[in-house]
């Protein structure tokens, strides 16, 4: 996840991130906070533990608590459509879940001040938003690559 992010790091909120944790959720459940808290703990040790780091620690829980939720699809269209869509909400929503902590860290708590700071940065988690569907289609091959191997499990499927 970390390398991932390191190499597409020239495109503006465009990463493979959110695709990595909505796939090793699917296969690993609860394990996948592992790879995710590796992932975060690394980027925050390569580019520093200020403040706009903090978000992260909970940014990327909130897509792996929605990613939990999603059962097994037996349709693999309704699958992908699904992971997609999920992938491209945490991307538009990004902005304003990072939103409340810097509400508490440079406003003050001023929550007036939340409003404006979602929408100027409503370009960028557009951007993040399109880069996240279009990732998101990696989700369903990746899985079945992974289910494959030791340590996955195998949840319930839903009737469509």
Not at 65 to 80: C, D, E, Q
Not at 85 to 108: E, K, R, S, W
Request: proline fraction near 8%; hydrophobic fraction near 60%.
């Amino acid at each position: 996840m970390f390398v991932s992010d390191l190499a597409m790091e020239v495109l503006p909120n465009i990463h493979l991130i959110a695709m990595f944790t909505v796939t090793f959720t699917a296969v690993y459940r609860i394990k996948a906070l592992i790879p995710l808290y590796v992932y975060v703990f690394l980027t925050g040790l390569y580019s520093g533990f200020a403040p706009w780091w903090v978000p992260y620690v909970y940014v990327w829980t909130v897509l792996w608590a929605v990613a939990m939720f999603l059962p097994k699809f037996k349709n693999p269209l309704i699958a992908a459509t699904v992971y997609m869509a999920v992938c491209g909400l945490h991307g538009i929503l990004f902005g304003v879940l990072y939103a409340p902590a810097q509400v508490l860290m440079f406003f003050g708590g001023d929550w007036s001040k939340m409003l404006p700071w979602i929408l100027a940065g409503l370009p960028f988690d557009i951007a993040h938003c399109i880069g996240n569907i279009f990732a998101g289609i990696l989700v369903l091959p990746l899985t079945k690559v992974l289910m494959k191997l030791p340590g996955a499990v195998v949840p319930k499927t839903t009737k469509e």
